[in-house]
C-alpha cells in the first residue's frame, strides 16, 4: 500500500477470503472513480493487453486530471507493476483523517519522506473536490476558527446528526484547479479540522500565505511533490504483476 497508490492496491475488491483497503476509515465512502479506472483499463487492454499497469493509469490519471481543471502538468514515469496484495491496517495508519492536527500531518507525511512544506503544497489538492458531512459535522458545531457565516451556509446540509453522505465542496472553486483554497483558509473557511490546521497559527501558516499570494509557486511545488509521490517505492521489474482487471489479481 501506498499513499498515492502506486503499486494500485487501493483499487482491489474486497473477497470472500481477502480484505482490500477500500474500506479504510478515510477511504471508506470517499475514495470514488473506480469505474473511470475500469474503462481506461478496458481500453488499454484491447489495444495492448498486459503491458500497461492499474498503477500507471493511477499516475497518469492524477496528473491528467489535474491538468483538465487547468492545473499544473509534470512529467510521469512508467513502469509500475500492481501487487497482489493490501493492507487495510496500513491504510487505516498511515492516512492522516480530515480530523488531524499539524503536528499528525507533519509527522504522517514525514514518515512517508515528505517536508512540511511539501505536505502544505500537497494538501491543496483540495482545492477540487468534495468531503461527506461526516468528515467535517464535528468542524461545523465544535471548532472555533471557523468563519461563522461559512459555518451558518453549510449547517442546513450537514445537520448535528443525520446527512452523514451529504457533500460539501472542499474549497470554493471545487471544479478549478487553483490556490483558492489557501485563500479560503487564511479566512478560516477550511471545510475540514486538518485544513484548517493549517492556518491556525501555527509553523504553516507563512506557507499558505505564500501560496495564497503566488499561485504560479503553489503549481511548481505541487507538481514537483506530485512527482515524488509518484515515485513513492513502485513496484517495477518481475515484483508484483500486470493486472488484466485492476479490482482484482490475475
Known amino acids: 500500500m501506498n499513499v498515492q497508490g502506486c503499486d494500485a492496491s487501493v483499487l482491489l475488491d474486497d473477497t470472500a477470503n481477502f480484505t482490500g483497503e477500500k474500506t479504510a476509515g478515510p477511504n471508506t465512502n470517499s475514495i470514488r472513480g473506480f469505474n473511470v479506472i475500469d474503462t481506461i483499463k478496458t481500453q488499454l487492454e484491447r489495444q495492448c493487453p498486459g503491458v500497461v499497469s492499474c498503477a500507471d493509469i493511477l499516475a497518469a490519471a492524477a ?57 502544505i503544497a500537497l494538501s491543496g489538492a483540495h482545492t477540487i473536490g468534495q468531503a461527506r458531512c461526516t468528515t467535517f459535522r464535528n468542524r461545523l458545531y465544535n471548532d472555533n476558527n471557523i468563519n461563522a457565516s461559512f459555518a451558518a451556509a453549510l449547517r442546513p446540509n450537514c445537520p448535528s446528526s443525520g446527512g452523514d453522505n451529504n457533500l460539501s465542496p472542499l474549497d470554493s472553486t471545487a471544479t478549478s484547479f487553483d490556490n483558492r483554497y489557501f485563500n479560503d483558509l487564511i479566512n478560516q473557511r477550511g471545510l475540514l479540522h486538518s485544513d484548517q490546521e493549517l492556518f491556525n497559527g501555527g509553523s504553516a501558516d507563512a506557507q499558505v500565505r505564500t501560496y495564497s499570494l503566488n499561485p504560479a509557486t503553489f503549481n511548481r511545488d505541487f507538481a514537483s511533490a506530485m512527482v515524488k509521490m509518484s515515485n513513492l517505492g513502485p513496484l517495477t521489474g518481475s515484483s508484483g504483476q500486470v493486472r488484466t482487471n485492476c479490482r482484482r489479481t490475475n
Open 63 to 119: 496528473r491528467d486530471s489535474v491538468v483538465a481543471l487547468r492545473g499544473p502538468g509534470w512529467n510521469v514515469l512508467f513502469g509500475r507493476r500492481d501487487s497482489t496484495t493490501a493492507s487495510l491496517s496500513a491504510a487505516n495508519s498511515n492516512l492522516p483523517s480530515g480530523a488531524s492536527s499539524l503536528s499528525t500531518l507533519i509527522s504522517s507525511f514525514s514518515n512517508q519522506g515528505f517536508t512540511a512544506n511539501e505536505m
